[in-house]
Nanobody, 122 residues
Framework: VQLQASGGGLVQAGGSLRLSCAAS????????MGWFRQTPGKEREFVAN????????YYADSVKGRFTISRDNAKNTVYLQMNSLKPEDTAVYYC????????????????WGQGTQVTVSS
């Protein structure tokens, strides 16, 4: 599975962005998908994930109520809708695929996209 993340950019605090992660391959629907983020000098942190069917989702406490993860298996794409953005949301955002199921640990993920930069100005 190859993953291509897009949709990052510069936005003012309080604004919104929608990230997309397009996957290649016919087995996309068999993977749980996750979004992680990383800032310089810090470890990559879990943001959200979604089950194969889209029926289960989990969020980091820091984004709960502001971010929404979704997927369209027909389009092999997972999304991250980010609302009410804060300067502390500034990071490189990565999408990842996990054959084993939902996990907030990056070690459990098998494939990673290249990352897309999100910058939130105050």
């Amino acid at each position: 599975v190859q993953l291509q993340a897009s949709g990052g950019g510069l936005v003012q605090a309080g604004g919104s962005l929608r990230l997309s992660c397009a996957a290649s391959g016919r087995t996309f629907s068999r993977y749980a998908m996750g979004w992680f983020r990383q800032t310089p000098g810090k470890e990559r942190e879990f943001v959200a994930n979604i089950m194969w069917s889209g029926s289960l989702t989990y969020y980091a406490d820091s984004v709960k109520g502001r971010f929404t993860i979704s997927r369209d298996n027909a389009k092999n794409t997972v999304y991250l809708q980010m609302n009410s953005l804060k300067p502390e949301d500034t990071a490189v955002y990565y999408c990842a695929a996990n054959r084993k199921g939902l996990s907030s640990s990056e070690r459990e993920y098998d494939y990673w996209g290249q990352g897309t930069q999100v910058t939130v100005s105050s």
